[in-house]
Nanobody, 128 residues
Framework: QVQLVESGGGLVQAGGSLRLSCATT????????MGWFRQAPGKEREFVAA????????YYADSVKGRFTISRDDAKSTMCLQMNSLKPDDTAVYSC?????????????????????WGQGTQVTVSS
């Protein structure tokens, strides 16, 4: 069974840091682009960051650029999101995702429809 499982969420004060992890099981995603998305209450799902499988190259939403870092370790079947200088506006459920299969090494996307596999999400709450 293919699974993506997030961990590392929690409650943190503004200015603090959290490190989210996404563990994948059931198959390898070493040839899939990976991404992080978030959804706050009453808002649509929002792109946070993506990483291609070749390079790899990384991409960020403007709102998190310079504060968040996405990385992947295919040998360990994990992907991480290091979040620094957190703000109350970063409060949301964060989900990891893997792209559809057979994408090019440089592929990445900010569109949820380009991701075929999703985790359940982990709550991140930033207090002011």
């Amino acid at each position: 069974q293919v699974q993506l499982v997030e961990s590392g969420g929690g409650l943190v004060q503004a200015g603090g840091s959290l490190r989210l992890s996404c563990a994948t099981t059931g198959r390898t995603f070493s040839r899939n682009a990976m991404g992080w998305f978030r959804q706050a209450p009453g808002k649509e799902r929002e792109f946070v960051a993506a990483i291609s499988w070749s390079g790899p190259n990384t991409y960020y939403a403007d709102s998190v650029k310079g504060r968040f870092t996405i990385s992947r370790d295919d040998a360990k079947s994990t992907m991480c999101l290091q979040m620094n200088s957190l703000k109350p506006d970063d409060t949301a459920v964060y989900s990891c995702a893997a792209s559809r299969n057979f994408v090019s090494g440089s592929f990445w996307s900010r569109l949820p429809r380009d991701y075929q596999y999703w985790g359940q999400g982990t709550q991140v709450t930033v207090s002011s």
